[in-house]
């Protein structure tokens, strides 16, 4: 299996902006998660998704942020408008089974620049 | 609610010497516990984790953590350091219940001198 595979890689944008951050899981994983990675705050869980329904989304820090799963496939974040403090690593994981207890296998990331 | 420590945010060892990376957690239910590791560039990647049962866990790479329920800790070892392990290393906890989520520590890079 490839992996789990985030496009774009980098993104710089303006803020304002539109940004939408793709995520394709691994095949038969059940979960999907998305993180956002800074140095002030670590590692936050924004979202997860069981099943392609968001299951728990109070990470997400605003109205700014919505994430959607249409298929088992297919996984997306978007940010209207973008701020410079969105700026971050944001990351898709995706596992076989519970958050609790299961390996997550994360992507590379998307490295998220907003001027 | 749950927590994690890690305390500093950078060791530095030469290489051939003992790691030691510290992880102290705070839950009111019994935790599960997760090192993973972070490579420049990369995505994490699961070194090792406890569920149940032994409470020594090996993980890849000749990484092993011991879960300390009196000391509320889980801190990650290896004998003997290597280039390749330098990195940067998060421990995290769940729990099972409501809300549960898998809460990371702030990480710890680590720096393997020759």
């Known amino acids: 299996d490839a992996g789990v595979i985030q496009s774009p890689r980098h993104e710089v944008t303006e803020m304002g902006q539109e940004v939408t951050l793709r995520c394709k899981p691994i095949s038969g994983h059940d979960y999907l998660f998305w993180y956002r990675q800074t140095m002030m705050r670590g590692l936050e869980l924004l979202i997860y998704f069981n099943n392609n329904v968001p299951i728990d989304d109070s990470g997400m820090p605003e109205d700014r942020f919505s994430a959607k799963m249409p298929n088992a496939s297919f996984s997306t974040l978007k940010i209207q408008p973008s701020e410079p403090r969105d700026s971050a690593v944001y990351f898709c994981?995706?596992?076989?089974?519970?958050?609790?207890?299961?390996?997550?296998?994360f992507g590379p990331g998307t490295r998220l620049t907003v001027l | 609610a749950q927590s994690v420590t890690q305390l500093g945010s950078h060791v530095s060892v030469s290489e051939g010497a003992l790691v030691l990376l510290r992880c102290n957690y705070s839950s009111s239910v019994p935790p599960y516990l997760f090192w993973y590791v972070q490579y420049p560039n990369q995505g994490l990647q699961l070194l090792l984790k406890y569920t149940t049962g032994a409470t020594l866990v090996k993980g890849i790479n000749g990484f092993e953590a011991e879960f300390k329920k009196s000391e509320t800790s889980f801190h990650l070892t290896k004998p003997s350091a290597h280039m390749s392990d330098a990195a940067e290393y998060f421990c995290a906890v769940s729990t099972l219940g409501a809300n549960s989520k898998l809460t990371f520590g702030k990480g710890i890079t680590l720096s393997v001198r020759p």
């Open positions: 994981a995706s596992s076989l089974g519970p958050l609790e207890t299961d390996t997550q296998y």
